[in-house]
Each structure stands twice: as C-alpha cells, then as structure tokens.
C-alpha cells in the first residue's frame, strides 16, 4: 500500500467518542474545562429528551449571540454519517435558553454549507422548561420527531451529537471536543456518536 494513498487522518479523529442514552460523561476534564453542566438524553421513538443540570446560578441569557450568557447549543445528525465533513439536510443546529429572550425558548439555527438543505423547523415545536434555585438551575428540553429531520431509530441505530454549553464571560463545557480548534458547528465529523439499540 501506497501512504500517499491513505486519507489525511485529524489528531482530533484519534479520539472519538461512542456514548448511548442516559447520563452524557462530560470531557471536561480532558479539554482543561471547569465542569459545571450535567447532560441527560433520552431518545425514543418520539423524539429526544434532554435534562440539563447546570450548577451556577442563572445569570442572563441573549439571542442570537447565546455565547454571552446561559444558553445551551445542541448539534445532531440524525442519520450518523460518520464520513460527513460539512454540515448536510440531516445535520441540526439548535439554540436553547433558561429564559425567553425575544419569545425564544429554543429554536433551529441550522446554517448549511451545500445546496443540500431543508426546512428549519418551527420554533414552537421545541419545548424548554426551566427551574431555578440559587446555585443552580435545570433544564428540560424536549425535540420532537416532526423537528428532526431524517429521525428514524427503527431504522438508523446511531446519530451523532455534540453540545456547548456557556455560562457568560467564563470558558463554556463542550461534548466530545472544544470549540476552540474546529469551529464545532461545522464539522459534524468531530461529534459523538449516539447509539440508538434498544430505543425500539
């Protein structure tokens, strides 16, 4: 075999990560990260649940800028296209906010890169309730199928994910990898894979 023949392969790459429902072990401390948010996701047929946990207090959030307050953004492919390196129709960008800003509580933010694209979905469609207590507050997110564009568990057993979770002025928690290198968003080849057995 040919060397010049093997694909470039990232250092980022070396360290995929495989997760299934339930408690998301955060990489915090891999990625020199404060940890301060607790991530639960349960997938069924439908839809995904998602149950945040985040252990300061609730300061303020903003809309479109979310990285400058509490706010939480959730990347998905729900056909699990591990080859893909450009965000694709199946490939979700999604916003959600403790407090409504601008009567926003979650919303679709997708911005794709091909002639490959869809429909965002409506924003009334994604549910966000929150709950706070002084030095903490959680979230319960839930995305329904209709919003997940090629969601399918019965017939696609992985999808892939990734978050940012920020806090204001202080450095956010990712999952698998920081933002920091690859803007996360648009490389859906960096995000974890989700395993989808036993969903059914």
């Known amino acids: 075999m040919d060397l010049r023949d093997v694909p470039a392969v990232l250092p980022l790459h070396f360290f995929?990560?495989?997760?299934?429902?339930?408690?998301?072990?955060?990489?915090?401390?891999?990625?020199?990260?404060?940890?301060?948010?607790?991530?639960?996701?349960?997938?069924?047929?439908?839809?995904?649940?998602?149950?945040?946990?985040?252990?300061?207090?609730?300061?303020?959030?903003?809309?479109?800028?979310v990285e400058k307050g509490d706010g939480f953004e959730l990347f998905m492919d729900t056909r699990g296209i591990r080859e893909a390196v450009i965000v694709h129709k199946y490939c979700h960008h999604f916003v959600f906010l403790p407090k409504e800003v601008d009567g926003i509580l979650g919303v679709e933010v997708t911005r794709f890169r091909t002639n490959d694209t869809r429909e965002l979905c409506a924003k009334e469609s994604l549910k966000v309730v929150s709950q706070f207590a002084k030095n903490h507050y959680m979230m319960q997110i839930h995305i329904p199928r209709e919003s997940l564009f090629g969601y399918d568990p019965s017939e696609y057993k992985t999808l892939k994910l990734a978050y940012i979770a920020?806090?204001?002025?202080?450095?956010?928690?990712?999952?698998?990898?920081?933002?920091?290198?690859?803007?996360?968003?648009?490389?859906?080849?960096?995000?974890?894979?989700?395993?989808?057995?036993?969903?059914?």
């Open 166 to 200: 920020h806090r204001g002025p202080h450095e956010p928690n990712h999952f698998p990898k920081s933002n920091h290198v690859y803007n996360l968003k648009d490389h859906p080849s960096l995000w974890a894979e989700l395993n989808l057995k036993g969903v059914l």
């Open 16 to 65: 995929d990560v495989c997760t299934k429902s339930g408690v998301l072990k955060g990489c915090a401390e891999f990625l020199d990260e404060d940890p301060f948010c607790e991530v639960e996701i349960e997938c069924a047929e439908s839809g995904i649940d998602l149950k945040l946990k985040v252990n300061k207090g609730f300061e303020k959030a903003f809309f479109p800028s």
